[in-house]
T-cell receptor, first 113, second 115 residues
Framework: GDSVTQMEGPVTLSEEAFLTINCTYT??????LFWYVQYPGEGLQLLLK?????DKGSNKGFEATYRKETTSFHLEKGSVQVSDSAVYFC????????????FGQGTRLTINP | EAGVAQSPRYKIIEKRQSVAFWCNPI?????LYWYQQILGQGPKLLIQ????????DSQLPKDRFSAERLKGVDSTLKIQPAKLEDSAVYLC?????????????FGAGTRLSVL
């Protein structure tokens, strides 16, 4: 079945550092890909998405590119802030059938000032 | 626009007791989802409704879990009887439809502790 694998955390960085969180997927066909973020005490929020190969999703300085050849959707940010501290989830949604989200296990990110 | 509302936020029960969670989706959203998020893991779909019909309940433990969405709006998820391994955050989400491009909007969740 469909699955998502994220790099294991937790990840701790200093403010203004470069961030990469790796995400790879296994799916039949060409799913839509998402990054969700969960801030402390809050629900999941969509951060960005890409619906076809080579699409780049971007939001709040974060970017991720849909790479079909490597089945990857890595999250990047050039300069992180303390406010980016949260748990980040990579997810996919199949194009056919019931379009449920299949999530990775999440990566906890802590940014130190 | 109001978001997805869930209640209660927290619930503590003893094993073998029953518990119910409530969800009010974003107005006009036809699709409603219940996910279970165990500590340290990503959310896992339990059940998906399209209006008041079930689209996918393949991962719902039907011997103890039940869910309904009367009139295609609010939904309740019930566990009876609860087990220790049911301790988790239960997330409700809604979306305008079932297309893959549709964004799912999540509530803050109900944190269940089974003692």
């Amino acid at each position: 079945g469909d699955s998502v694998t994220q790099m294991e955390g937790p990840v701790t960085l200093s403010e203004e550092a470069f961030l990469t969180i790796n995400c790879t997927y296994t799916a039949t066909g060409y799913p839509s890909l998402f990054w969700y973020v969960q801030y402390p005490g809050e629900g999941l929020q969509l951060l960005l998405k890409a619906t076809k190969a080579d699409d780049k999703g971007s939001n709040k300085g974060f970017e991720a590119t849909y790479r079909k050849e490597t089945t990857s959707f890595h999250l990047e940010k050039g300069s992180v802030q303390v406010s980016d501290s949260a748990v980040y989830f990579c997810a996919l949604s199949a194009r056919i059938g019931a379009q449920k989200l299949v999530f990775g296990q999440g990566t906890r990110l802590t940014i130190n000032p | 626009e109001a978001g997805v509302a869930q209640s209660p936020r927290y619930k503590i029960i003893e094993k073998r007791q029953s518990v119910a969670f409530w969800c009010n989706p974003i107005s006009g959203h036809a699709t409603l989802y219940w996910y279970q998020q165990i500590l340290g893991q990503g959310p896992k779909l339990l059940i998906q409704f399209q209006n008041n019909g079930v689209v996918d309940d393949s991962q719902l433990p039907k011997d103890r879990f039940s869910a309904e969405r009367l009139k295609g709006v609010d939904s309740t998820l019930k566990i009876q009887p609860a087990k220790l391994e049911d301790s988790a955050v239960y997330l409700c989400a809604s979306s305008p439809g079932i297309a893959a491009k549709n964004i799912q909007y999540f509530g803050a969740g109900t944190r269940l502790s089974v003692l």
